[in-house]
């Protein structure tokens, strides 16, 4: 999966790097294809650094003596989920307007 997203995504960010410079700077704000690159970029960042340890800790310790250490790094590698949503919250105004209605419909449901 992360070789796909890796393979899939450089491409996309490989295009932006030959348009002329005055053309990219004026269209790097409006760019959706620009954000939606970093975005993946960002969530594919967070998946290699939440999973890269638990990966390397089997792999050194395959007799997996440390408990403890194992249970920390899967606790870090479920943070990784919880990190995609503030990664899409941060990167998408949509993202954001329609986390805002559905909390407020659920908020209100509580009530």
Known sequence: MPQFCVSSIFPLKMRHFFVPRV???VQF???SPCKLTWTL???CACFFACVTPVVTC???DSSSEHGGLLLGLHCLY???Y???FFVYAARSEQFRRAYGDFLGRAWGAVR
């Open 23 to 25: 053309r990219w700077q």
């Open 78 to 80: 479920w943070l990784q």
């Open 82 to 84: 919880s990190l995609n």
């Open 41 to 43: 970029l960002l969530v």
């Open 29 to 31: 704000d409006e760019c």
């Open 58 to 60: 089997y792999m050194v």
